[in-house]
Nanobody, 113 residues
């Protein structure tokens, strides 16, 4: 089982980024997927979830209305579109498959002017 995140970087407040997570080693279309983030000195925080078929999603309160999770089961990818970013969104973002307790290595997102 492997999850590999990409797409992080430095962005100005109000900007956007799209994170990607490439999955391999398991039947991706059968599993719910999640995004978490962890800022320096803080606990890991739930960001978003998407069920296996992709029709049902859930979001943490701090990102509702700004972030959108999606997936492509053919490509074995899960995405996180992040809009209207602010400095409080600065963190390492992790892709997670909860049922397999599998995590990616994380991708750094820094929001700063």
């Amino acid at each position: 089982v492997q999850l590999v995140e990409s797409g992080g970087g430095l962005v100005q407040p109000g900007g956007s980024l799209r994170l990607s997570c490439a999955a391999s080693g398991f039947l991706f279309s059968n599993y719910n997927m999640k995004w978490y983030r962890q800022a320096p000195g803080k606990e890991r925080e739930f960001v978003a979830a998407i069920l296996s078929a992709g029709r049902i999603t859930d979001y943490g309160d701090s990102v509702k209305g700004r972030f959108t999770i999606s997936r492509d089961n053919y490509k074995k990818m899960v995405y996180l579109q992040m809009n209207n970013l602010n400095p409080e969104d600065t963190a390492v973002y992790y892709c997670n498959c909860p049922r397999l307790n599998s995590w990616g290595q994380g991708t750094q997102v820094t929001v700063s002017s």
